[in-house]
Nanobody, 123 residues
Framework: QVQLVESGGGSVQAGGSLRLSCAAS????????MGWFRQAPGKEREGVAV???????TYTDSVKGRFTISGDNAKNTLELQMNRLKLEDTAVYYC?????????????????WGQGTQVTVSS
């Protein structure tokens, strides 16, 4: 069993930056695939970035070059550095984990989810 708690959301103007953190507890963090997903009002949940157990990373096209996912196995944390934020980045951001990595369109396969943290980008 894995418990995930996100933090770091907030409000920022377009072009600004935010850093999200996800604290994992309850199991062996280093063996899990972990990622960030988001859901905007009226839209389906979408994958943002995933980090595999070996450190490999995958990003959705809309955030490439702006967002960076990183993890610290010793601290059991996962982070998402978000730069040059856009209005369309506004959403609730969720941290997720599973022993397997899945494509972004299979987000429902992730077994463990945090409660989410709101990110609001304004003009």
């Amino acid at each position: 069993q894995v418990q995930l708690v996100e933090s770091g959301g907030g409000s920022v103007q377009a072009g600004g930056s935010l850093r999200l953190s996800c604290a994992a507890s309850g199991s062996t963090y280093s063996g899990y695939c972990m990622g960030w997903f988001r859901q905007a009002p009226g839209k389906e949940r979408e994958g943002v970035a995933v980090r595999g157990p070996d450190g490999t990373t995958t990003y959705t096209d809309s955030v490439k070059g702006r967002f960076t996912i990183s993890g610290d196995n010793a601290k059991n944390t996962l982070e998402l550095q978000m730069n040059r934020l856009k209005l369309e980045d506004t959403a609730v951001y969720y941290c997720a984990a599973d022993r397997d990595c899945y494509d972004f369109d299979l987000a429902a396969e992730y077994s463990y989810w945090g409660q989410g943290t709101q990110v609001t980008v304004s003009s």
